[in-house]
């Protein structure tokens, strides 16, 4: 098999559905942009939906598709953390199962990394994105964006979208710093980048809200904690 350039990751837990759609798409986008040289990476997180068994399935008659299964439940950071560890290509990437971010920006994500880029993020918050979804979700996105980039020192717009590329080497130099373990990673990948002098293409996508996806209380003050801990850390660390 030629060697593997991209390591794509698809992060999963209770998703047996939507990895139907997401494997045979992965897939033939991927062999558009890297033919042969990549691997799809299922990073599987304690998964009780049959989620586990379909990627073993699939497996058998794809060797690109791999399972990285974990018996109990890791957490989003933590399960990437874990795929990105073991994943053979340079560049190294994510997304939504859901397919949430249309597929379709794959090439430009991996090209920005290609290009010379350190990581590479869509993003839903700049003028020329395309997006769908409920005001509630909006009006918190927006605010937590703004909070990041108010607190935090943020440049970019989109902290959260679940859409990036990363140069591997550069990337698993930074993990040891990180401490998020679920939801926060990304932000937190991305803050800390930033301060690493890290060089970080944001570009604008197509994006379209998933089903029962919902905005509580509750994720409105864990999400200003999560912000206020990480500027702490830093201010302790001194950057």
Not at 43 to 50: I, K, N, P, V, Y
Not at 127 to 154: F, K, M
Not at 180 to 208: C, M, N
């Amino acid at each position: 098999m030629p060697e593997i350039e991209v390591s794509a990751v698809l992060p999963v837990y209770n998703d047996r559905a939507a990895l139907e759609v997401a494997i045979p798409r992965s897939l033939e986008t991927l062999e558009a942009i890297a033919p042969g040289g990549f691997e799809l990476i299922v990073a599987e997180d304690g998964s009780t939906d049959g989620s586990t068994e379909f990627v073993r399935e699939y497996e058998t008659g794809e060797p690109r598709v791999r399972l990285m299964h974990s018996d109990e439940r890791l957490g989003r950071g933590r399960a990437l953390n874990r795929a990105f560890a073991g994943a053979k290509g340079s560049i190294v990437c994510y997304y939504d199962v859901d397919l949430a971010t249309d597929i379709q920006h794959l090439p430009e994500l991996v090209g920005a990394i290609r290009e010379g880029y350190d990581i590479a993020t869509g993003s839903r918050l700049l003028p020329e994105s395309d997006i769908t979804r409920s005001g509630g979700r909006e009006i918190a996105s927006r605010g937590y964006n703004l909070l990041v980039r108010t607190v935090l020192g943020s440049s970019l717009h989109d902290h959260q979208c679940g859409f990036k590329g990363f140069r591997r080497d550069r990337l698993l130099a930074l993990l040891p710093t990180v401490t998020a373990d679920h939801w926060f990673w990304d932000t937190e990948v991305l803050v800390r980048a930033q301060k690493s002098g890290y060089r970080i293409q944001e570009f604008p996508v197509r994006w379209r809200q998933g089903p029962g996806t919902t905005v509580r209380r509750k994720d409105v003050i864990e999400m200003g904690s999560a912000v206020m801990r990480l500027w702490w850390h830093l201010h302790v660390e001194k950057g």
